[in-house]
């Protein structure tokens, strides 16, 4: 059997690698790669899920009487492993400008301290968006079936996880944490979006929900909405300015039916109804109800 | 190092526990979890796909002249397991009214051997699927490829599965079934769906198929195609009513294209092609020819 | 416990099995599977990624100074893995027509070997994709955030080794690379379709782009876009013809926005710019700028 | 390829359980295993050995603030799994004497409590046969590399786990705990062997201690000494009987050098030192100095 | 940090194991391995013991009902996994003498179809042996508990498989079945070894059964046991005659207890028994009772 | 079900690791633990093992013309692993004498160094062992049967690594690697002892070879042959002094029985032969030909 010339594409993709390389004007000093793991970060999400509701995602034998041994003993191993990651986020933020190391440890260890703390405020937050979804959706039978299979709870307890490290200046987890749910139940929330209680995405896959977003207390929403930016500001030379608010503020009590798009820094206004697959670039006042029919008419006129 | 005052943390999530549990009456007598696995309902459904389709979806080293102790091995103990969870979610949907352990025990075991009963008559549906699937798509070369790489095959095999489980009164485990594929395919069809034989769901991703939707024979619908409720009817005090028709009725040999929304229990007549992107909230006439283009013009006069 | 009567389901599975393999005209001679394998497949995947880019998705304790050593082991095992699966294609599309054991071990042979050769060129290419990601999503902050948390960049990788398998006469193993990225990701590329340097999907769930696509330098999608056929050609006996240019060609510079679905073998100019949710099936003149309204404006006059 | 006639040696395999199942008249009535599982305990002893030296033999990450809690769950899961483990040998002992269940259940209940509360005792006795070993031999270096090195104190931990459970009616889980140890280290200790503190046996392979053993404090084994039976002591129908005292008795501070065998239930007096090789089948006085050479003389006097 | 200087060990290892090569005239071609392995002998064996014995050493889930299913699925797939391994062994054989490959393939296909031929047999024989060690050892408590906990019979499963292999013509893959038995048990039985029906080894550490013995019906030995070589028979130019019988013949009903060292082609009568530790090397008569006292008599006179 | 008392048993279990860490004069500050490990050392063996042997213990599909690209990546992650062992032997044997941690970590990447530089003349010493089994094994049919089958091998590969880690300071790593191999093969050579080329050890079970010992070239052994010492050396107060001579030295083409036993610093003269049983605590002169008889007869003397 004749071989693969694996000597001459080993050296062809040295030779790319260096390219790259080159051009992204990294050094080549010996040294070990320096990223966080995503599947260091599933681990650590599903021994926090576990943490949060033991008896129902944590293991099976799990019993009433135990449950603080577990969740003592699962958080504290989950949050040395997010220490960790944490450190390799915040050295690699730092690459390009020396920072002490013991300095950049004590920030990520104020960090995963701080992100602790906040634990038993999301867990309530969360029995919150269970209780939204189980009076939302006439097909629910039980709170725990809703925990247990609604993949816009999976999408939540990712996300309030999420939008927590990405506060505490660790938007690359809070990123690999967010993919981690967009992956599995094709629901896209950027961590930096604010999210208030008692929320609902029924379906959800190609749900969009963009780094600025603003949303009030009891907003539901459907499958393939989109709270996304309209476009991109960029400074007089051209390039984007990153940062800037540019996603939709929703207000209390909002439903937003499937298929809708909503762009741009626009406010929908409390307890405004919008129908499926509209397209709302403008703000709309609260109590509104917003159809197709009404846009074109509108339109048309 | 400091620590992470992990005792705080779990004294607190302990505290938020005890909130929820009261605010939803739960006991909290010593007891272990009771509740459906979605581990195990997926190795089922692996063990299943393989008792099903022993030379396509069963080990790879399997023989046609072994095929059938490799089915009845694996049908058997797929069978035991599927028992335990039927058991498991017959005493759960139990809780509040105290029965007979063995009587939900003798309704797992029929529960169970009705559904080992119609294993055979779903793999003949599912067969012709994967014909419809393969005759449907220009891009297909083999009804093995077929069976092996297109998700709305994967789809059809768990909704099948599910929907017995849903008419046999276990619901929840066909919930975990269905979303178990709703995670790896975006397709999200709810097992009380009722599928008629021939039906081909083509990429598929964003597609919603609601509890009461009908559909019969032939039928072929296009990626995000959604099969929803218009409104959720409420009884006089303002509840939802669960498990009233709300879904559409697509008679035979209906195309729906892509991105297409049919909302409420709305009729779609037998060869119907209902374009790409409508917006459908009535009946449509057998034959008719649905286009964007068509409502618009219909919408503006 | 009674029983499952396992011994009765057996035989209707068997009858089952049998009444397909009748109608598919199956040969039921002993004899073993012969189909490439998805678990294979994967494997494969994920060590060439780790090839390709071995500091990034190689193992993390990986230094710089063996990266070759980590690179040509990974090739040549994957190679050989490789080279298994394309002989199990190559002879499965051989079955109906006896052809030379060792003619069709020497076809695998080349097209590994081509294959392997492509490798440098695709790392090029994947590099310009992380690059056009960077440098247009406004929520980048780096571009090993882009290469290792974007499902716009995996859907990339596994298309342009698909698309080289594809082009090597190995459809079957480019389908399945496919579909494990459509599986994660939710955005269905076809293996086919050819897509030039600087390709970028944001958010990407229910993007459709089909077989005979063509898209050119520096374009830019959004999620749910569709690049779709309109309608499939038949023969003068009414059956679909496979394989004749059906998709959209989409010119250099052309920017796609989320929901688009654009239909038929229809051409979008050079720097078009196409609005959200618009629904196109004609030509687009360079530097167009459409939108629904202008649309609906054009369908409403 | 030819087949292997699997249908006939399945018959014929058949056919050989049957006799089997007749001679040794079992019932053959429908009915799943009840026989405790080897890998079960395997996994109660690992979670035991972790609970009983956290930060020796738990986790890596494990931290001393944290070790309650991980010894509480630890313990808490692996005496349910135990407790699981006691209820089949409870019931396989009683499988032909039908008993009700539920006083099988409170047995094993009982069992398994008193267990849990032997296990402090239980490590202060090991910590004493760490210390033994570290004064014993001259090649250690830290109580620590005893601890996790030695294999006889990994023997020693199985025998003093298994010890008490054959003491609480489970002799068989005590066995099954015992030959997990003389697997791993060619130790043979017979779990109703009795052990004082202070135990050391170096290097270890061959060494057998049977059932009716009594050895005192600080005695000290070297390799492959035996301390067993001379004969099987039988009733007037020639039957064995089984459980009388058989094995040797060795008081404290007795050394025993390689490869020596004592037989019957002899006594080894206070401060005897027993050469190796040597062959004794009679009590030997206090502070004694028996060698080989000791011996012959004897023997050809 | 500094590296390890890789390449320059990397090139030493080249080195050297081109001298070996060289040294050992192996040719250098391209080509793979081709060398029975060790994991899958490991996986086949416990197949097979499933398959002899499903409801103790099957899975924990398995039913009467059933057993048959299971019984067949498990050998067919064993069977052939198997066959792939005596491929390599006789391709290994072979490898200096070019053979065709299609003989080769029907030499291993007949030795397996052989062996599975052989399985009923071999389960009468070791039910017979697990009858032994019940009735030999007043410590046991059922036959459930000896095929379970006892090495010796664990030693003998292997054996009794590795021996119908070496007769079969595959020694290689025997050794490594009987090595995997040693590994685990200390009992180190060569398969060429012939033992009769009713065989039980006590404890078993460190017994030795060498190639050419051959042991009559219901024989019982005890740990550290060595039936051995005497003497290396050489022809002329020196070198070591293989194959030539040397090891002891044992008669029905022989007991020998721990330690004993029966070494060359020696005869021990029927019924006769043998002392701990005592050193044989001639033959003992039928009936005749051994010990170190009356051979150290003798040994003074 | 009444539950466990865990709470109690954690506290006694707490009490009972404080008097311990109090009697042993532990620090009780936070911490985590800081011992090697034993998997890890599991893994780095096999690591190890590969690299030696790619075409023989690497993985099964690699080819001749990969083998540096599989040497190099596993060698090059087998010392970083062994690295992180390396520190945590030096840092606990620092535990006591606080040291500068970057002291520690040079130390610990030179011992790994120089480890590296020495793996070639181990393979040299390998084969040559190799070769002597398979010259001296009648029941040997290949020198690959001997590599992939032997215990003595097995025993030698890890004492060869082991003795060099003892050489660089680091005994507690080589004291793992000797163990692991003890727990496979019944052979216990301690790190220390000084083992010329072409070694042999037959059967092996039961062997002990102590820290002091020294063997010469062309050396054969039999399972249960001690090297032990005679007695243990104290000082003026009764404490055993660590690390003096005080095992046999045995010089070159020496051949020792199955069950000998020499203790203490005896020589055993060039060419000697040792017979099986015998108990040896003098020199013995070149040539000599030891027998159990021969013994006697001078002690009957």
Redesign the interface.
Known sequence: ???????E??A??????E??RDA?KRS??????E?P??EALAAIVESLKG??F???LG???????????????????A???LLIQARLELR??ARHQPRDAAEIDAEA?EA??AF??A??GI??LL?GDVLAAY?GD??A?????VL????GILAMIHHRLAHRLYGLGL??LA??VA?LA?????I?I?P?AQIDAGFFID?G??V?IG?TTVIGKRVRL???V?L??KR?PTDPDGK????LP?HPMVEDDVVIY??A?I?GRVRLGKGAVIG??T?ITEDVPAGANIT??SL?KA??D
């Open positions: 059997m004749a071989g693969f010339e694996v000597n594409i080993v062809a993709l040295r030779e790319a690698r390219e790259w992204q080549r000093e010996p040294g070990s790669r990223f793991s995503r943490a949060l033991p008896m129902r293991p099976p034998e799990l019993r009433h009487e135990s449950e603080d041994f577990y969740v003592g003993h699962t958080l504290d191993s949050l040395q492993s690699y933020s260890q995963v301290r602790a703390a634990l038993p867990r309530r029995d009076q006439p097909a039978r039980s709170v725990d079936e247990l299979c609604y993949p938007p690359l990123r690999i993919e967009h992956g599995q139940t094709g896209d950027h930096g379906h896959t190609g969009v780094e459907y499958q393939a989109t996304g930016a991109f984007l300015q990153k940062g540019r499937a298929g798009t762009l499926g697959n397209w197709q029919a074109q339109g048309c």
